[in-house]
């Protein structure tokens, strides 16, 4: 989960003067082979734009795809027979101990004044501790709608990671910051969150292209022995009403809060 792009309400960015494609002329079968071929075009566009949730370079820079919803959550069958070599949560005060649907902590609602209607079936994961980690939760929410002009797509998503530090470890927040914030690209800025939790940080991602502008704007917290990072990746046909950072980041900082709060122990 990956770079982003989203080039709606950032400074500097340019909606105008874009070219749209005229409709293909005359009725023969050249022209429908042109069109066919602009439709398969934009289609792919489209599939780039919103294939990808910030979180981290996939080694490259480029996006990364979502992952299939049809991945099964690790449980703790699948653990039993390596129970002996577990690696456990750092003491503090956060726990996964009764989560049974990483979502249940997240709220996709102010992700609907853009689009309210489901592209896929919400994705979670839910990793106990395990040779490889303290604990993992993992959620995404994806939305497809159709935009003003009845043509093309918004597309917008809300994509959520937990790590839990294990004992004796330096937490996931370390690890995901050099690759969040790196600035090797146009289009990337990050900065300092404070207020929530014991340190953050905040990045983005903007690309521009000829038919679509994306965004995808990132909020990630350690506190205690939890590390957690919310992404909101968004793709809109140039032309549609602008989405600014500001936007973007008061959904997700409200979000990391509503997880930390989700994940307290009593």
Known sequence: MTDSQYGLGIPGSADSGVRR???????????????????????????????????????????????????APVTSATTA???????????GIYSMSGITNACDLVDPTPLHQWSSTPDKAPFHAEYPPSTRGAGELTCQFTYKSLSSNNTHYYQVAIDVDVEFTAAGADPAYDEWKPADTATGKPGRDSGDVTGIGTQGYWASWVTDAEYYGA??????????????????????????????????????????????????TN
């Open 215 to 264: 965004m995808t704007y990132l909020v990630a917290v350690q506190d205690s022995n939890a590390s957690v990072r919310v992404s909101i990746p968004i793709m809109r046909q140039l032309g549609e009403p602008q989405v600014t950072p500001d936007q973007l980041d008061a959904i997700a900082r409200a979000q990391v809060q509503r997880i930390l709060d989700g994940l307290k």
């Open 21 to 71: 494609p005229g409709p293909p002329t005359g009725d023969s079968k050249t022209g429908l082979i042109v069109a066919g071929g602009l439709v398969l075009v934009v289609v792919l566009l489209i599939g780039v734009a919103i294939g990808f949730v910030a979180g981290g370079d996939s080694g490259d820079g480029e996006p990364a795809a979502i992952p299939a919803s049809t991945t």
């Open 81 to 91: 027979s390596t129970t002996s070599a577990l690696l456990e949560p750092a003491p």
